[in-house]
């Protein structure tokens, strides 16, 4: 019996930790999208959005500064041919509390004009 309470007694204590709501929100954010018209060459469309609290910043100077690379290949899943795009993105913040803003955010947009309709898509962040 006094098993059995012990085991309820842990059990309820436990049970808060597990109800906690945690805050979590994804280090980047991406969307692509695919426009195919009807006759030649479609464009594939690549957004992303990292905020700076993400980022790795390097005082300066006065500022803090980052440098990131963003890069996607698509390959085409019959001839396996592959289309890159790739962007290069520098930052520079003159305080040290806009390094850690959530609020702010570096943000891009790709295309690659493809005319396969099968493809794979790959991304990279540097």
């Known amino acids: 019996m ?14 808060p930790l597990f109800c906690q ?4 929100e994804p280090p980047l954010f991406y969307e692509y999208y695919y426009s195919q018209p009807e006759e030649g060459i479609g464009t594939f469309q690549f957004v992303y959005r990292i905020n700076f609290d993400r980022l790795s910043f390097l005082k300066d100077g006065e500022k803090y500064t980052t440098k990131i690379r963003v890069t996607i290949e698509l390959q085409d899943s019959l001839t ?4 890159r795009a790739n ?24 295309d690659v004009d493809l005319q396969e309709k099968k493809i794979f898509l790959n991304y990279y962040f540097n």
Do not use: A, H, P, Y
């Open 87 to 110: 962007e290069d993105k520098s930052v520079s913040v003159s305080e040290f509390d806009e390094t850690i803003n959530r609020n702010r955010s570096v943000q891009g947009l790709l």
């Open 80 to 83: 396996n041919n592959i289309s």
């Open 21 to 24: 709501k945690f805050e979590f």
């Open 2 to 15: 006094k098993k059995l309470i012990t085991i309820l007694l842990f059990s309820f204590l436990s049970f």
